[in-house]
């Protein structure tokens, strides 16, 4: 390898910088592809990451069929290749990397990768489908409209406009997309007068929530929400909604439009931080959204105390119940059994460092087998359903399927739902069903 140092790897934990995103040198190609050659040639030198998705493939293919096969061989125009197959699931930043700061090497893969796709979209390079199929809020708040939702439906389900979809805008024609709701949540919750918290506050939680119904649960799947307020106040948790909310800005994150994730964060972070300031935690039932916030814009936007003090309000539902439950509040009288549960263990929520708590909430139900399985499932929003990737995902997802299959489990659970649809999918399976809403049948609520 090109690169030397005086250790094989870090022991240490894993340590994120603020990415300088507005830093007109963020942008210089020539420095981002001589940072993509270092980089490269580290992870060509290793390759323990060559199971967690198709970049690392990608990147060791290009490596071995080069003339040199190493990464001074590949074509500066193929670096974009392994960029594609990036969806930023953190993964091998959290769990492989061993040469990540603090060490000296400095690897951040997934962040590299962001920086190229934000040089890509800053030179004008995103497709129009991306754009749009990216602007979550804008077709939820369409799609959802009474009539509409039916006519969107409809057509998302129908074999002959899917077929016309894929050839036009290279919507692969198998892939599930997501239903839409009409009322969405938000106008589901609107106006409920909710209940007055029984819980004072125990470590790092107030007792009173606000939900952030995220662009999924609000247009979606509407009952996850309605899920987690039920579970919350029988747990003596008030639950309100968020005064105002927009798309976190994952989606255009993952597109590299830090633009727009800005145009997100100014929207979202001065009610979000009021809140706050009124005694309020956020929790969102959707794991990238919480990221987005617990990560994601703090390294973004590291000098803005808002954006710090959102940040450090901001739980996982599971996480949140693990602070009652570890303060002996948590109800444990649950009325049914859940049974075996093949339970999705989403990246999103793996790389917030919280540990399996979705896993062990779960378990505390009587007659109850959680199967954790933690394997990325390769969907990502957009890239399970985009034809170029779309085979791509289905192999990253296999793994995950033989472990369901073999298991014969009463259900399928994510916490992330567009990866649970994704699993039952792959696996011909019935539609998954939420760890919230699981909870809530245990609960008989």
Known sequence: MATTGIREGSLEAPTRHPIDWKNASFYDEDALNAELERVFDICHGCRRCVSLCQSFPTLFDLVDESQTMEVDGIAKEDYAKVVAHCYLCDLCYLTKCPYVPPHE???DFPHLMLRAKAVKHHK??????????????????FASLPVIVNTVNAANNSG???????AAIGIHKDAP????????????????????????????ITGKVALFATCYGNFSEPHIGQDLVAVFEHNGIAVTLATEEHCCGMPKLELGDLNAVERAKEKNIAPLAAMVDDGFDIVAPVPSCVLMFKQELPLLFAHDPQVAKVARAFFDPFEYLTHLHKAKL?????KAPLGSIAYHAACHQRVQNIGPRTRDIL????DTQVNTIERCSGHDGT?????????????IVRPIVRQVQSRQADHIASDCPM???????????KRPIHPLSLLRKAYGI
């Open 105 to 107: 090497w400095a690897v």
């Open 160 to 166: 002959a406009v899917r077929s016309a979809m894929e």
């Open 419 to 429: 990866a649970g649809t994704h699993i039952a999918h792959a696996c011909d399976a």
């Open 383 to 395: 890239y399970a359903v985009k034809k170029e990737t779309r085979e791509a995902s289905m192999k």
């Open 363 to 366: 378990a505390l139900v009587p």
């Open 177 to 204: 997309l997501p239903p839409y709701s009409s009322p969405p949540l938000r106008r589901r919750l609107a106006g409920r007068a909710p209940e007055v918290s029984s819980v004072q506050p125990v470590g790092p």
């Open 124 to 141: 004008g390079q995103t497709p129009l489908r991306d754009k749009v199929i990216t602007s979550t809020d804008a077709i939820g708040k």
């Open 330 to 334: 948590l109800k444990t009288d649950f």
